[in-house]
C-alpha cells in the first residue's frame, strides 16, 4: 500500500489560477469535414461544447483530436479571470501560424469571452472569423457557412428562454459512465466579483421531463452518474407557462404547477436507484432543508455539496453581494451536519484579496476553514473583471504578492484538512462507483464515493467500469483514498 500513495499535492498558487482545457476525441462517421473544438474553464462550458458538438454533426462534421487535420476549429472561452482569457489569446496566436498554411481555415470564439468581447474580438484577433455568444449556438452551421465563403460573422444576441433542451449532446472526452447534464443557463446574482451575468445572461430552468429523459437514456447506455449543472441549482425553478425565473416569480399565482430544485432531485432518483446523482454548484443563500431532506431520502443522491463560501467575513462578503453573512452560512452547514451528516462531503470555493480585505478578515476565512472542515476546495486570488460591480465601484488594492500570500495559506489550510477529513474515512466500509482504470496502472481501479472522493482499489481484473463495489477504506493522502474489496 506504501508504494501507491503519493504525497500530498500542493497547488501553487499560479496553478490555481490557471484554466484547464479540454479537447474534442476523434470520432470518424463518415462526414465530410472535421471539427476541432479546444473547451476553457467550467463544467458549464464542456457541457456547451457537447451541445456545440451535436449541432455540428447534424451540418455535416465530425470531431477530431487533432488541429491540423480540423475544417473548423473552435475556442469555447472562459473570462472568469484574467489569466483565462490570456490563455485562449496565446492559443489564437498559435492557430495564426496553423492557417498562415490553410487560409480555407475557419476559426471561431465562443462562449463568455466572445460574450464579453463581441465584434472587438474581430478587430483585436485578426484571424477569427466568427464570434459566437453562449445563446446562439443554433446559429453557427450559418455563421460558419458564411465564413467559408469570406464573410465574418458575430452572434452574441443574449436569450431569455434558451435551454437547447431539444438538443441531445455528443458526449465528448466521455468515461460512459458518469455524464453531465445542463439543468439551467445564466445567472440572476450579482456577485461584485463576477462576470458570469454579464456573459452568460439571465437565469432560465430547462424543462424537467427534457432532462429526466436525458438521463434515462444516459443509464440505458450504461452510464451511471448524472452530474445536474448549473450556476446556482438551487434556484433552479420552471413551470410549464415560463422557464425565466424572473417572470415566472412575477406570475408565481398565474402559473398552473412549478417544479423547484428538489422536486427535481426526486424526479431524476427515481429513475434507478442504480443512477447516482450529484449536482453543482449550489449558492449558499438558495440550498433550502427541503433539498437537503430530499438527498437523505434517496441513497443513490450523492452526499456531498459544492458550497461556495468565497470569504469568511461578513464585511467582505457583503461588499462582495453575495447576500449572506458567515453566521447564515455557518447555519446552512450545521443543517448539513444535522440532516445528512458527518460523513456528506463539502467542498467550496474562495477568493483571496478581494477590494480591501485586511489581513483580520482573511483570518476569518481561515478560521471559517477550520469549523467547516472542507474536504475541497477550488481556490484563486481575485481578478478583476471589466464591466462587473466590483470594477466600478472598489480598487483592486490588495498588491498581487499580498493576494498570493494569502492564497498560499488558503492553500496549504485546505490541505492539512482535505487530509484530516480523509483520514476519517480510514476503516470504514463504503460504496464506491468504478469509473475505470487509475492514470498511474492498469493494477489499480479508480472509483468515487458517495462524498466525491477518489478511491484507489487494486484491480482484481473482474470488476468493470460501472461497477458499484463496497471497499475498505485502508490509507489516504489529502487528494486520494486507498482501499481494498470488502468480500
Ligand atoms: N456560480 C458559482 C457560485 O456562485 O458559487 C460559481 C461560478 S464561477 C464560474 C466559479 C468560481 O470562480 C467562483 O465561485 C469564484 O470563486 C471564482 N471567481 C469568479 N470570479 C472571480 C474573479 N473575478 N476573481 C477570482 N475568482 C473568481
Ligand atoms: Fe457568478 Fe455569483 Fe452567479 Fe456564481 S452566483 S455565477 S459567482 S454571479
Redesign the pocket.
Known sequence: MENIIKDIDIISPEEAQACDFKTTEEENTGKSKKLYIESYG?QMNFSDSEIVASIMKENGFDTTSDFEQADVIFLNTCS??EKAEQTVRNRLNHFNSVKKNKPELTIGVLGCMAERLKDKLLEEEKIVDVVVGPDAYRDLPNLVASAEEGNKGVNTFLSREETYADISPVRLNSNGVTAFISIMRG?D?M?S????PFTRGRERSRDPHSIVNEAQELFEKGYREVTLLG??VDSYKWSPEENNKARLNKKEGEVSKVVNFANLLEMVALIDPKLRIRFS?S?PKDITDEVLYTMKKYDNICKYIHL?V?SGNSRVLELMNRTYDREWYLDRVRAIRKILGEECGISS???AGFCTETEEEHQDTLTLMDIVKYDFS?M??????PG?LAAKKFADDIPLEIKKRRLAEIIEKQNQLSLERNKLDIGKIQEILIEGTSKRSEAQLKGRNSANKVVIIPNDGLLQKGDYVQVRILDCSAATLFGEIAS
Open positions: 467550467c472568469i479571470r445567472c446574482n456577485c466579483f463576477c462576470v458570469v450556476q446556482n454548484t449558492h461556495p468565497q470555493d474562495m477568493i477550488y484563486f486570488y481575485y481578478s478583476e473583471r462587473t
